[in-house]
């Protein structure tokens, strides 16, 4: 099972959607005003999270009257709509989650929504924040094979502990061997492949992977 999840991030920084509506299996979910989103996008999703204090009263109507699995809340709580959705799709343990509309507005949000990808990291789900210009995942330590992809020309590593020691990059523009990342580093920011494919590997510590273009 893949699963994708859109919340209500600004329209202009999702990307198409129906590029990742790929299979009969996946399941797509709303989060708050990201259930409009796709309504809107001419995909129906099956479940639904949120207080809907987003929409308006025509779209939250619309949203009503599209069958969907609605699990509702008020507006004062402790986790975040997105946080009770993703909550919600690691308990099916699917395969794949995507999160779209996770990025763009809120700074408070989109902070959030980026480190909710640490509640994921012990899990077998490939977990991934992707809007029109960047794709972003947690790792573990661990040696990776990585394929260049034309629509992302920039690959950053970002320390998500306070040190990710033996970081190796083969096959980049500016390679590195057994070098320290420290959180607040810049160190490996806005780096290329200069292959079809490079690898990266480090022995401890969490990284913060940012595919990206401009």
């Not at 893949?2 to 989060?31: F, M």
């Not at 343990?93 to 909710?116: C, S, V, W, Y």
């Not at 960047?134 to 661990?142: A, Q, R």
């Not at 920039?154 to 970081?167: H, P």
């Amino acid at each position: 099972m893949k699963i994708r999840i859109v919340a209500g991030g600004p329209d202009h920084l999702i990307p198409e959607l129906k590029n990742y509506d790929t299979s009969s299996g996946d399941l797509w979910v709303g989060v708050d005003r990201g259930t409009f989103i796709l309504l809107q996008k001419g995909i129906k999703p099956a479940y639904a999270f949120g207080d809907f204090d987003s929409v308006s009263a025509a779209e939250k109507d619309n949203i009503l009257k599209s069958d969907i699995i609605l699990n509702q809340y008020q507006s004062e709580k402790d986790f975040t709509d997105m946080e009770l959705a993703l909550q919600w799709a690691m308990d099916q343990k699917p395969e794949e989650i995507l999160l779209f509309g996770a990025t763009g507005g809120r700074l408070d949000h989109e902070i959030m929504n980026i480190q909710l990808l640490y509640r994921t990291i012990s899990s077998n789900a490939d977990v991934k924040v992707i809007d029109i210009k960047n794709e972003i995942s947690l790792k573990l330590p661990g040696k990776y094979t990585i394929e260049r992809e034309g629509h992302y020309s920039y690959i950053s590593f970002l320390a998500f502990q306070e040190e990710v020691k033996g970081i190796t990059l083969k096959g980049f523009k500016y390679p590195l061997v057994k070098a320290s990342l420290k959180m607040g580093s810049s160190l490996c920011i806005s780096n290329e492949l200069v292959n079809k494919s490079g690898t990266y590997s480090f022995d401890s510590g969490i990284i913060l992977m940012v595919k990206s273009h401009d």
